[in-house]
């Protein structure tokens, strides 16, 4: 059972994901995961202090260049 830091921290992802238009399999190649890791871990039966922050730096860089991109 995963615990509630994780729970909120999926549910963020999951919010990010829809505003930069990406999926699982997009977040799997930013973060440099098999698909199957990260399904695992979004779906909670996985859990990761590495894939979590593999997870957080890979959303953080495509915010970042998602801003740039609109700045431009």
């Given amino acids: 059972m995963i615990g509630i830091v994780y729970k909120k921290f999926i549910a963020d992802v999951k919010s990010k994901l829809f505003l930069i238009g990406w999926n699982y ?3 799997a ?3 440099g995961y098999k698909y199957y890791t990260i ?11 590495q894939v979590k922050t593999a997870i957080d ?5 495509a915010e970042r260049t998602d801003e740039n991109e609109k700045e431009n």
């Fill in 25 to 27: 399999i997009d977040l």
């Fill in 29 to 31: 190649k930013a973060t």
């Fill in 39 to 49: 399904r695992a871990f979004m779906c909670g039966k996985r859990t990761s202090e």
């Fill in 57 to 61: 730096e890979a959303l953080n860089q």
